[in-house]
């Protein structure tokens, strides 16, 4: 069935060093892509978005890579800090105008 | 800005009970979705309100969950009765366009059913 899935379920990074975060999607039609942070007992927090239209977005220290061959995303944290731990999803969002969630993955930064 | 709240913050019932969750969104955003996220999980998309109209709601279990936003401003959630996988934490989120786009998270309700 369709699904939107991440790679690692877990991920552990020395501070200082970049992370990578992937996920996959299904659904070809998806056209909008967001990635979410969610701290402990806290809501997901918006990082950063990307339209199907576009392959690559910049942020403050974050980098959201958009291949739609092989319908993958990532995201890519520079310089990793301590207060960047956290779960990491991904979510598309359908013709439907619904929102799909990834399982997530929980980002570790080792001081 | 005052961002979106929720209510109440934990809440833990018996099976078969009547649980209601509150949620206030940002001032303005016409867009309200209701999210249940298990534990380990992603949210997933319970209902989808554009102002008081129901947008999306093919993923409610609607023989024990509903939902409204009567004025366009605020909603409820509810279950009844209650089911022990019906534990999980309920997020709120709004948003200022229908079509897609940034969502803002409530700190969400903790619900355990026992």
């Known amino acids: 069935g369709e699904s939107v899935g991440l790679h690692l379920p877990t991920l552990s990074v020395q501070e200082g060093d970049n992370s990578i975060i992937n996920c996959a999607y299904s659904?070809?039609?998806?056209?909008?892509f967001i990635w979410y942070k969610q701290e402990s007992g806290k809501g997901p927090q918006f990082i950063i978005d990307?339209?199907?239209?576009?392959d690559k977005r910049q942020g403050q220290r974050v980098t959201v890579l958009l291949n739609k061959t092989v319908k993958h995303l990532s995201l890519q944290i520079a310089a990793t800090q301590p207060g960047d731990s956290a779960v990491y999803f991904c979510?598309?969002?359908?013709?439907?105008?619904?929102?799909?969630f990834g399982t997530g993955t929980s980002l570790t930064v080792i001081p | 800005e005052a961002g979106v709240a929720q209510s109440p913050r934990y809440k833990i019932i018996e099976k078969r009970q009547s649980v209601a969750f509150w949620c206030n969104p940002i001032?303005?955003?016409?867009?309200l979705y209701w999210y249940q996220q298990i534990l380990g999980q992603g949210p997933k998309l319970l209902i989808q309100?554009?102002?008081?109209?129901?947008?999306?709601d093919s993923q409610l279990p609607k023989d024990r969950f509903s939902a409204e936003r009567l004025k366009g401003v605020d909603s409820t959630l509810k279950i009844q009765p209650a089911k022990l996988e019906d534990s999980a934490v309920y997020l709120c989120?709004?948003?200022?366009?229908?079509?897609?786009?940034?969502?803002?998270f409530g700190p969400g309700t903790r619900l355990t059913v026992l």
């Open positions: 309100f554009q102002n008081n109209g129901v947008v999306d």
């Open positions: 659904n070809s039609a998806s056209d909008y």
């Open positions: 989120a709004s948003s200022p366009r229908r079509e897609g786009g940034e969502q803002f």
């Open positions: 990307i339209r199907s239209n576009m």
């Open positions: 979510a598309e969002k359908r013709p439907s105008n619904q929102f799909y």
């Open positions: 001032s303005g955003h016409a867009t």
